[in-house]
């Protein structure tokens, strides 16, 4: 394939993988909180659920932000 035709394809890719990071934060985030307002909690060691969403919430913001970087030095070429 042609490589505008290939950084196109690119940053394509890395628009909508933002995209998606930034959605699945956002909605972790309020399954986390719902989670936390039901006191919801594992079964056998009486852990709280929404524990385990919380680490998930900053990944998914920082696959978003990579992402963008991603797409910046793609539109850009900052990187040569």
Known sequence: A??????FLDIAASL???VAGF?????ITLGM???RENGDA???LNLPTWWAYAP???SF?????????????????ADK
């Open 56 to 58: 998930m919430v900053p």
């Open 61 to 77: 913001f920082l696959l978003g932000c990579a992402a963008l970087y991603t797409a910046w030095v793609d539109i850009t070429g």
């Open 23 to 27: 959605v699945f934060a956002w909605r």
């Open 42 to 44: 594992s079964m056998l």
């Open 33 to 35: 909180f719902e989670l």
């Open 2 to 7: 042609p490589p505008k035709f290939n950084k």
């Open 16 to 18: 909508l993988l933002a």
